[in-house]
């Protein structure tokens, strides 16, 4: 019987959600590319977040750093010394493990056909991605990829506060691919060696840390829930003293109950001054901030919520996959229950026939919408039956469906189709725009 993770891998495929990289020459593992449908999905959450925490709030600033920086950022930052995990051995097959995929097997080698149970002891790996810069291939021209989106904040400190006039507490949004060289990938998209993050550093007074972390959390759970992400699937762990990062005070995870158990979601790290403490004194800079009314100098604490593009969106499609069997038939309908306001294609327009009469109406109405702006892919199809177009954009997770039949020619009015209730109604072709604009985004 298939897992519902086999069964979404496959519909991600068939609809054009993601596609295995480079499948024609048999496939680079746990590396993935966004299709036509998955691209737009991408973007909707993006462009959500992005108005969810930078649009919507007057004290979060924008920035789009490098992901290539100097060797000097990361020494400083401790991810040289630090970014590491620590690799057990298998003494017969030779593979690598960490710990707690060891755990999961009861201490035997998950290599297929090996059930050794024998394990050099653990060995630090550093996780980074090295590339080279520059004509000449040497030790001195290696050079990191980004393994986070953080460090770009922080060099940057001096600069954004500047520029930008914002005052304690304010944060920096930013959104970019990171690259980790996880040893152990899986899980469809789950953990990749290539990724994109969605992170802000939150700076604040030294003694606010504590009630802006609390904050944070919340927060990040409200905004989650703000997708219709299934409550009961979602958890606070708050990390042990040994569990915690070099540099941080404190750090909870939004987990997600995932068709192999509870896994990390989201990370919200108080991560103290270490960041602009450890840059500030590397560079000789001062990154401390004047405060007028006690004519004093301080170092601000950040607080850090960060959750990945590609787990946002797994989950998204993981809560809103269903089969439904249908009452008057003996066929089931498979469906994404996708929330509106990411949805990658917002409102099909299906004329009921190939009639010319049919499609050029329909074209105009396509056309009227997408003109009027603001919502989102407006996708016009009249190949095959209705029934049949219906259940593909059930599978994409189109919320609304626009059907034009010969009568909208004498009464002006359209269907509307929902897709979680498949209910009907008949609207006028003037209120069809203020309808699905309301209908989206409320």
């Not at 270490?274 to 500030?280: E, V």
């Not at 006690?294 to 989950?315: A, F, M, N, Q």
């Not at 306001?341 to 026939?353: G, M």
């Amino acid at each position: 019987m298939e897992s519902i993770l086999e069964k979404l891998t496959s519909l991600a495929k068939r609809r054009g959600l993601i596609f295995q990289n480079s499948e024609i020459y048999g496939g680079l593992a746990s590396t993935w590319d966004y299709g036509p449908i998955g691209a737009e999905l991408k973007k909707n959450i993006k462009d959500y977040w992005w108005n969810y925490h930078v649009h919507m709030r007057d004290d979060i600033v924008a920035l789009d750093s490098s992901i290539l920086s100097l060797n000097k950022v990361w020494e400083t930052s401790g991810h040289v010394k630090n970014f590491s995990d620590p690799l057990l051995e298998c003494k017969e097959c030779n593979a690598r493990f960490r710990a707690d995929i060891l755990e999961n097997t009861k201490g035997v080698c998950p290599t297929e056909k090996c059930s050794n149970s024998h394990f050099d002891d653990p060995r630090e790996f550093n996780m980074m991605f090295k590339t080279n810069i520059g004509p000449v291939v040497s030790d001195t021209s290696e050079i990191f990829l980004r393994p986070e989106t953080a460090q770009g904040i922080f060099v940057n400190f001096e600069n954004i506060i500047n520029t930008s006039r914002k005052k304690i507490p304010f944060g920096v949004a930013q959104i970019g691919k990171a690259f980790r060289n996880e040893i152990t990938t899986g899980n469809f998209i789950f953990r990749t060696r290539e990724f994109e993050m969605m992170e802000i550093e939150y700076f604040v007074k030294p003694e606010d840390s504590e009630k802006y972390y609390k904050e944070w959390i919340n927060g990040s759970m409200e905004f989650i829930l703000s997708l219709n992400i299934n409550k009961s699937n979602l958890r606070i762990r708050e990390h042990s003293k040994k569990d915690l990062s070099h540099y941080s005070k404190g750090t909870s995870d939004i987990e997600y109950k995932f068709p192999w158990g509870w896994a990390e979601l989201q990370g919200i790290a108080n991560r103290g001054s270490f960041d602009l403490d450890a840059h500030s004194k590397s560079a000789s800079k001062n990154f401390t901030i004047f405060e007028e009314s006690t004519k004093s100098r301080y170092t601000p604490h950040v607080i850090e919520p960060s959750i990945g593009v590609d787990r946002l969106l797994l989950i998204t499609l993981l809560d809103a996959y269903n089969e439904e069997k249908l009452e008057s038939k003996e066929e089931k309908r498979t469906v994404l229950k996708l929330s509106p306001k990411i949805a990658p294609i917002k409102i099909a327009i299906l004329p009921l026939s190939k009639d010319p009469q049919l499609s050029e109406l329909s074209k105009k109405i396509q056309k009227d919408l997408i003109n009027k702006g603001n919502l989102g892919k407006i996708e016009y199809d009249e190949t095959q039956s209705i029934g049949k177009r219906y259940r593909r954009q059930d599978e994409i997770g189109t919320p609304y469906c626009v059907t034009i039949d010969f009568e909208t020619i004498n009464d002006n009015s359209v269907t509307i189709r929902h897709r979680d209730s498949m209910d009907q109604e008949r609207i006028n072709i003037n209120d069809l725009s203020q309808k699905l604009t309301s209908e989206i985004y409320n």
